[in-house]
């Protein structure tokens, strides 16, 4: 397959298209991550299809001192990969394709969601995100756009944008990539030496450590469940062999599904150890939230949740998250 590289909507929008257009919106510097986007991508529009990749490093979505400057550009590898992964376009356009008019005076507001977590660690962030994935998703006129999961907020305020301003486009979710350590692929990854990138695995331990502790307790309550709420349940519970049910198995037996206090509380405890490092981990938040409209979820939450962290090591700020479902008696989704 060889992959067309364009630069102009027009020269888009004369492609001739015989079934579905899936777009993958990227700022470039393109890893397996994407390589994982396109793929899946590939799969979605099928032979007949078309895959687009974009490549665009949208100047709204850096804050004052953030690192517009120094955001790897690499488009020759960026073709490469693309094209190796099954994509029949890269649309890299210029600024002034995507903003004929300089800064757009018109923008889209992210709202009280996009103020949270991400949005008040970067102050409108989200609003440049969303205005940028909405013009692309005019300028390159899509069946379905794929996001990685990685940016768990950016996805889910996208779908929210889709849904409430009633795009004609499908979402789709795919799954985070990580390297074989753990570490959740970024194109920021680069910028860790190898001291800082060893600190940076923090961010990946503690969320399987509050995975692990999820998991622990829904197959106690499903245990518990199948004994009747008696002494009988604290002593079936204590057989299982968990040391932390043995201390007190009836009042882990009669716990809210799930305990989300206990999960952040494991995850926590990896992250305040990675602070005492050399490097330290300096974190911005740990949040267990819902993915609705990322508050976070009280003590009775059941369904579906968010497990997300920001932290910087150095110079370089990284995100993860972890998806978990509550109140179904079901380890980590």
């Known amino acids: 397959m060889t992959t067309t590289l364009l630069s102009t909507a027009g020269e888009l ?42 490549v665009f490093v949208n100047p709204l979505q850096f804050g004052q001192g953030e690192d517009l400057d120094r955001y790897p550009r690499t488009l020759d590898a960026d073709l490469k990969l693309a094209e190796e992964s099954g994509a029949d376009v890269v649309f890299a356009p210029a600024v002034d394709e995507v903003y004929p008019g300089g800064e757009p005076q018109v923008r889209i507001t992210a709202g009280p969601m996009g103020e949270r977590l991400e949005g008040s660690a970067r102050p409108g962030h989200f609003d440049g995100m969303l205005t940028v994935v909405a013009k692309l998703l005019h300028l390159t006129r899509p069946d379905v756009a794929l996001y990685g999961q990685k940016d768990a907020q950016q996805l889910a305020l996208i779908r929210r944008m889709v849904r409430d301003l009633n795009f004609g486009v499908e979402i789709v979710g795919v799954p985070t990539v990580r390297e074989d350590d753990g ?47 008696t002494r009988a349940r604290a002593e079936a519970l204590s057989a299982i062999g968990e040391s932390r049910a043995a201390a007190d198995a009836h009042a882990v037996a009669t716990a ?45 939450f059941t369904g579906e949740a968010v497990l997300a962290v920001a932290a910087r090591v150095g110079a370089t700020r990284l995100i993860d998250n972890l998806p978990l479902t509550f109140g179904t008696f079901g380890a980590a989704s």
Request: net charge positive.
């Open 13 to 54: 929008h004369a492609r001739v298209r015989a079934g579905r257009r899936a777009v993958v919106m990227t700022m470039g510097a393109l890893h397996e991550g994407h390589a994982t986007l396109i793929r899946a991508a590939r799969s979605i529009a099928g032979r007949d299809g078309e895959v687009v990749v974009t």
């Open 256 to 300: 809210v599904p799930g305990g989300p206090a206990a999960v952040r509380a494991a995850a926590r405890q990896v992250l305040d150890e990675a602070a005492r490092l050399d490097p330290p981990l300096a974190l911005d938040y740990l949040a267990l939230v819902d993915p609705a409209d990322f508050t976070e979820i009280e003590r009775d």
């Open 183 to 229: 570490l959740a692929l970024s194109s920021r990854n680069r910028y860790l030496s190898p001291a800082e990138r060893r600190t940076a695995l923090a961010l990946s331990s503690a969320l399987f450590a509050g995975q692990d502790r999820h998991a622990a307790q829904e197959a106690l309550r499903a245990r518990a469940r199948e004994v009747p709420a």
